[in-house]
């Protein structure tokens, strides 16, 4: 069984802005026309940039996806609401796909309880067993965590450029946040193998951003990244554990098609995949 533990003293708290006026907070949500798809925006997020991109997916296609802000701190129910209409984070930004002639990207959540780990799957939990241990804390930065993401993204060609991320880009992308956060560590002896960030709502988990070690591989880190962050969203009693975007012709998105059953949103509504 894996050694699973939270840090000593570790209390998951909110990371971003302070509260709302409860008119704010209660807020209405719209829905925004997209090509192949409908986002659900709510009101009280500022759009805040909007410009066109390469594709960080497709390298023949233009990418367009907004950002949004919000002028608060996310309550519990707002996260799920947003991470249902479609919405991502990066940063303290929400953001959504709204291209000009692709509808590639598809939002995908696992139901927590309807879930079945293939054999493949149950391998991988079995192999990290009593080898593999998990810790989950509030984020935080260092040189290990830095050094880890970098080697991460270079060694696995995520990176569009051969620049180093700093520390304080990595709070940026990871650890500033419109909403409460957790950080999942994966840790072999005491050698830092994994981390995985996730935001939580009242009903929901969402897996933010996972980056390992690759020489530690045949431990398949990224699908136990997955599999450890449905045993806490089952403990937490969450609905969902949100995957981001699923594409299927990107390897780096693709897999996440290997964890049944699952649900994509798909011209506006959250379809039903069950192979």
Known sequence: MIDFTRASGAVARPVGFAGAPAEILNSPINPTVAYGCIVTIPSFLSEVVSEPERCPYRKDQTALMPLH?????????????????????????????????????????????????????????????????????????????????NRHRNVRNLARDDRTIRDWEYESFLIYSCCEVLEVTQWHDEVLIGVSILDVGEESLSMVYTYFDPDYSKYSPGTLAILMSLEIAKLHNKTWLYLGMFVADCPHLSYKDRFLPQQRRIEGKWVDIRQ
């Not at 000009?100 to 309807?114: D, L, M």
């Not at 054999?119 to 040189?143: E, F, N």
Request: proline share 6%.
């Open 69 to 149: 802000l919000s002028p608060h701190r996310l309550t519990g129910r707002q996260v799920d609401e947003v991470l249902a209409g479609g919405l991502r984070r990066s940063g303290e930004f929400l953001y959504t796909t709204r291209c000009p002639s692709c509808s590639a990207c598809e939002p995908t959540r696992v139901a927590v309880s309807e879930f079945q780990p293939s054999r493949s799957q149950r391998r991988v939990r079995k192999r990290a067993g009593g080898t593999i241990s998990l810790q989950v804390d509030v984020p935080s930065v260092d040189d290990r965590r830095v050094d880890l993401f």
